[in-house]
């Protein structure tokens, strides 16, 4: 396991992940799918899950944290075809963007825990 001190760029990537936890909170009434019940509920349930892991992120950066959050974003990329809302335009955009969001910022913060020397095993 890899951990790292935060410093500027861990605290953006984790406040990054915070906003896109309360987005996608906000998502559902501010796109107006809140009848899309699976849609919102499964987009709910994986904003309570990247909040946490955001918040254990702020506090101090492993690479467990990251991966986690990785699979919550492939999870909100897949959940439209698995959960059988992809004929609905609107969720299935929307969960696609905030799922890529995710990949792509639990990547970035995987790759820096890989090359950063400041970077620990242990």
Request: net charge negative; with cysteine.
């Amino acid at each position: 396991m890899r951990t790292i001190s935060n410093g500027a760029e861990e605290i953006f990537l984790g406040v990054w992940n915070l906003g896109l936890a309360a987005g996608m909170v906000l998502a559902p009434w501010a796109l107006s799918f809140l009848d899309q019940t699976q849609a919102t509920w499964n987009l709910w349930l994986c904003a309570g899950a990247v909040l946490g892991l955001a918040v254990l992120s702020l506090l101090q950066t492993y690479d467990m944290e990251e991966v986690l959050l990785a699979i919550v974003g492939v999870w909100v990329c897949a959940a439209p075809w698995v959960m059988g809302f992809e004929d609905a335009q609107i969720p299935l955009i929307t969960h696609l963007g905030f799922g890529l969001a995710l990949v792509v910022s639990a990547l970035a913060e995987l790759w820096r825990l890989r090359e950063a020397p400041d970077a620990r095993s242990f």
